[in-house]
């Protein structure tokens, strides 16, 4: 290791009052640890806690960026970092908080250290937790003195082989230093720093560097922490971009003794979006553990590979034996590769008592139970191709469950790729009414609120019988592909019902928006099947049954929208039957036209069927304002 040469400042004068207060906080250990859950947004469950400190309230170092700075200031950054680590880690373990303990020092401190030698951060760390438990949080709040990069990279690795993971902090700010370090460190974790989380909702530029710390953090193969959330806009919208995990106000405010689970407000707006995440996928969550999981044994690290070889040898079917340390997944050992190593000359006598490390992967892909099997094919397909041959592990909020194949992987997939082409409409290749009336049974079990809308062609028929029905297939295709552009796959669910008719789930809180841009783009898009002569007169000549010559307007397309809160239907077939009604009184409009159904329905506990006097209970129309739907009028005319 390079040796370590700083140059610290001494106490600095006209401080004398704070320095003797900094002192006695340091000697009394008068600091007090909070914690901030780090929430999984796949799932809402905590993950982890950053552990963060705050001084004595009755102090002028009550505020933790007047602690460190006066500390810094002082030489003193070293001494207060690490009794703020041994604060924190203490408390962490005797509150017995699940999960990573994330543990912030900055990284001129972290190379300060003479970390080969005992009674430092190592002795403290591994003191109350596992280091499988601790994250190192790299981050610089405050002005850094010079450091050597390669001194740093030496202390990260020190660590990382103790089996400590690294996060770096603060990703953004000061971004060219950010990004180099994180080349060179190769974090498991990058948080984003607070100012591209902010409003992010508001700014396409911050969205736009959020999505591109995504892709990297993809390929690099780490995980996105986005700091700051403090708002449910913000929180979703960060959802919508991929990222893993979230942490800020909104979530959970830093606390003494934080909440073990994550807020029911937060749990039910991440349930809503996983719902509609998972539109049109039959891999919903828990899949995974009813269709791919195996329980493969597990041997601890020390385990000679003598003994791991010997299970495969007395278990054919036995694909992969994974390496557990405290219920943690640490590697996993491939039944081919293991024995293909062993045929070699002389390996087993080489290495037939030696522990099993030497052959395990150390990387493996390592997923949660409630993963879909739809997000599971995207991280094998964009990860290294040995997972598809070794596998993969699952777990259970950490803790080891069993493991998966490529092979029973792929074989799901076929079958869930069958089974929606057995219901997918042939015209559009949109789902059918099998899956439709699923995912909205889907959206009423998770108690979702959603906006279920009945799209419908007007005065379609005597267009097939004037145009001919290849023109009237093709009005279909292009409908269903304005649909499709108009709807947000990651929130909402389009599906053909039959014939002319679509049917669309929204979870997008900007689906009356979306319906209008919907009926914009029809109305520009159909004119273009009708000649000009039916153009110039707005319709069309047929002959009906008896003969008779009749004039018909040119297609239009009609919407009719039933807002859905939870407890309010218990059916496919209610919500079907309330919104073909709305759709009815759209018809009812004159040109392209939405119809919302506003009428708040009583909450039902138990199935019926609608009876007269609800179905025919009056509708309100936005229209005009009025609860008298014998009026209706254009919303969107064309």
Same mark, same amino acid.
């Given at each position: 290791?390079?040796?370590?040469?700083?140059t610290l400042p001494t106490p600095l004068g006209g401080h004398t009052?704070?320095?003797?207060?900094?002192?006695?906080?340091?000697?009394?250990?008068?600091?007090?640890?909070?914690?901030?859950?780090?929430?999984?947004?796949?799932?809402?469950?905590?993950?982890? &806690?950053?552990?963060?400190?705050?001084?004595?309230?009755?102090?002028?170092?009550?505020?933790?960026?007047?602690?460190?700075?006066?500390?810094?200031?002082?030489?003193?950054?070293?001494?207060?970092?690490?009794?703020?680590?041994?604060?924190?880690?203490?408390?962490?373990?005797?509150?017995?908080?699940?999960?990573?303990?994330?543990?912030?020092?900055?990284?001129?401190?972290?190379?300060?250290?003479?970390?080969?030698?005992?009674?430092?951060?190592?002795?403290?760390?591994?003191?109350?937790?596992?280091?499988?438990?601790?994250?190192?949080?790299?981050?610089?709040?405050?002005?850094?003195?010079?450091?050597?990069?390669?001194?740093?990279?030496?202390?990260?690795?020190?660590?990382?082989?103790?089996? &400590?993971?690294?996060?770096?902090?603060?990703?953004?700010?000061?971004?060219?230093?950010?990004?180099?370090?994180?080349?060179?460190?190769?974090?498991?974790?990058?948080?984003?720093?607070?100012?591209?989380?902010?409003?992010?909702?508001?700014?396409?530029?911050?969205?736009?560097?959020?999505?591109?710390?995504?892709?990297?953090?993809?390929?690099?193969?780490?995980?996105?922490?986005?700091?700051?959330?403090?708002? %449910?806009?913000?929180?979703?919208?960060?959802?919508?971009?991929?990222?893993?995990?979230?942490?800020? &106000?909104?979530?959970?405010?830093?606390?003494?003794?934080?909440?073990?689970?994550?807020?029911?407000?937060?749990?039910?707006?991440?349930?809503? %979006?996983?719902?509609?995440?998972?539109?049109?996928?039959?891999?919903?969550?828990?899949?995974?553990?009813?269709?791919?999981?195996?329980?493969?044994?597990?041997?601890?690290?020390?385990? @000679?590979?003598?003994?791991?070889?010997?299970?495969?040898?007395?278990?054919?079917?036995?694909?992969?034996?994974?390496?557990?340390?405290?219920?943690?997944?640490?590697?996993?050992?491939?039944? %081919?590769?293991?024995?293909?190593?062993?045929?070699? @000359?002389?390996?087993?006598?080489?290495?037939?008592?030696?522990?099993?490390?030497?052959?395990?992967?150390?990387?493996?892909?390592?997923?949660?139970?409630?993963?879909?099997?739809?997000?599971?094919?995207h991280l094998i397909a964009a990860g290294d191709r040995r997972h598809?041959?070794?596998?993969?592990?699952?777990?259970?909020?950490?803790?080891?469950?069993?493991?998966?194949?490529?092979?029973?992987?792929?074989?799901?997939?076929?079958?869930?790729?069958?089974?929606?082409?057995? &219901?997918?409409?042939?015209?559009?290749?949109?789902?059918?009414?099998?899956?439709?009336?699923?995912?909205?049974?889907?959206?009423?079990?998770?108690?979702?609120?959603?906006?279920?809308?009945?799209?419908?062609?007007?005065?379609?028929? @005597?267009?097939?019988?004037?145009?001919?029905?290849?023109?009237?297939?093709?009005?279909?295709?292009?409908?269903?592909?304005?649909?499709?552009?108009?709807?947000?796959?990651?929130?909402?669910?389009?599906?053909?019902?039959?014939?002319?008719?679509?049917?669309?789930?929204?979870?997008?809180?900007?689906?009356?928006?979306?319906?209008?841009?919907?009926?914009?783009?029809?109305?520009?898009?159909?004119?273009?099947?009708?000649?000009?002569?039916?153009?110039?007169?707005?319709?069309?000549?047929?002959?009906?049954?008896?003969?008779?010559?009749?004039f018909h307007p040119l297609t239009t397309l009609s919407i009719g929208?039933?807002?859905?809160?939870?407890?309010?239907?218990?059916?496919?077939?209610?919500?079907?039957?309330?919104?073909?009604?709305?759709?009815?009184?759209?018809?009812?409009?004159?040109?392209?036209?939405?119809?919302?159904?506003?009428?708040?329905?009583?909450?039902?506990?138990?199935?019926?069927?609608?009876?007269?006097?609800?179905?025919?209970?009056?509708?309100?129309?936005?229209?005009?304002?009025?609860?008298?739907?014998?009026?209706?009028?254009?919303?969107?005319?064309?």
């Amino acid at each position: 290791m390079a040796s370590v040469n700083l140059t610290l400042p001494t106490p600095l004068g006209g401080h004398t009052e704070q320095l003797r207060t900094l002192y006695n906080i340091m000697e009394l250990q008068r600091l007090t640890p909070l914690f901030q859950p780090i929430v999984d947004l796949k799932n809402s469950r905590i993950v982890g &806690y950053e552990g963060l400190i705050r001084g004595p309230s009755d102090s002028p170092l009550h505020s933790p960026h007047k602690l460190l700075k006066l500390a810094r200031q002082s030489g003193m950054a070293y001494d207060i970092e690490k009794l703020c680590c041994k604060v924190v880690v203490e408390q962490f373990a005797q509150l017995k908080l699940p999960g990573f303990l994330f543990v912030n020092f900055s990284p001129d401190v972290l190379v300060l250290h003479n970390f080969r030698e005992n009674g430092g951060l190592d002795a403290i760390l591994q003191a109350a937790l596992e280091p499988s438990r601790v994250v190192i949080e790299l981050s610089e709040n405050e002005p850094a003195f010079e450091y050597n990069l390669d001194m740093l990279l030496d202390a990260a690795a020190h660590y990382q082989s103790l089996g &400590y993971k690294i996060a770096l902090g603060d990703l953004g700010e000061g971004i060219s230093t950010s990004l180099r370090r994180w080349a060179e460190l190769r974090p498991a974790f990058v948080k984003i720093d607070r100012h591209f989380i902010q409003n992010i909702d508001k700014d396409a530029v911050k969205t736009q560097f959020v999505k591109s710390f995504h892709e990297i953090a993809a390929d690099a193969g780490c995980q996105v922490i986005a700091e700051g959330i403090e708002t %449910h806009a913000e929180l979703m919208l960060v959802r919508e971009l991929g990222v893993h995990f979230g942490q800020g &106000y909104h979530i959970a405010r830093p606390d003494e003794s934080p909440s073990l689970v994550a807020s029911a407000e937060v749990v039910k707006s991440l349930r809503e %979006h996983a719902a509609f995440r998972n539109a049109g996928d039959t891999g919903q969550v828990g899949l995974i553990e009813q269709k791919l999981l195996i329980k493969a044994p597990s041997v601890c690290p020390d385990t @000679p590979n003598e003994v791991v070889f010997d299970m495969f040898e007395g278990d054919e079917q036995l694909h992969a034996v994974v390496v557990v340390k405290e219920q943690v997944p640490v590697g996993l050992i491939n039944r %081919h590769n293991l024995i293909d190593r062993f045929a070699r @000359p002389f390996r087993h006598e080489l290495y037939g008592k030696k522990p099993c490390l030497k052959f395990m992967d150390e990387e493996p892909l390592i997923v949660d139970k409630n993963i879909s099997i739809q997000e599971l094919s995207h991280l094998i397909a964009a990860g290294d191709r040995r997972h598809l041959a070794n596998g993969f592990i699952i777990t259970d909020e950490g803790r080891y469950l069993g493991i998966g194949t490529g092979h029973d992987l792929i074989r799901e997939i076929t079958e869930m790729q069958i089974r929606a082409a057995r &219901y997918a409409n042939p015209l559009t290749q949109l789902p059918g009414n099998a899956p439709i009336n699923e995912h909205i049974d889907m959206l009423l079990n998770t108690r979702a609120s959603f906006c279920a809308c009945y799209c419908d062609l007007d005065h379609f028929k @005597p267009f097939n019988d004037v145009y001919g029905f290849s023109q009237g297939d093709a009005i279909i295709q292009v409908t269903g592909r304005i649909l499709a552009e108009c709807c947000d796959s990651e929130q909402d669910f389009l599906g053909h019902i039959g014939g002319d008719d679509f049917f669309i789930l929204f979870g997008s809180p900007d689906w009356e928006n979306r319906c209008r841009l919907i009926l914009e783009k029809f109305g520009e898009a159909v004119v273009r099947f009708f000649s000009v002569e039916d153009r110039e007169r707005g319709g069309y000549i047929s002959e009906n049954r008896r003969g008779e010559k009749e004039f018909h307007p040119l297609t239009t397309l009609s919407i009719g929208a039933l807002k859905v809160e939870p407890g309010m239907f218990n059916s496919y077939m209610e919500i079907s039957t309330v919104s073909a009604e709305a759709k009815k009184m759209a018809k009812k409009i004159s040109g392209n036209s939405l119809y919302i159904n506003s009428r708040e329905y009583p909450a039902m506990t138990a199935p019926r069927s609608l009876s007269t006097e609800w179905q025919m209970a009056p509708l309100k129309n936005i229209a005009s304002g009025a609860g008298d739907a014998s009026q209706p009028r254009s919303l969107a005319p064309c």
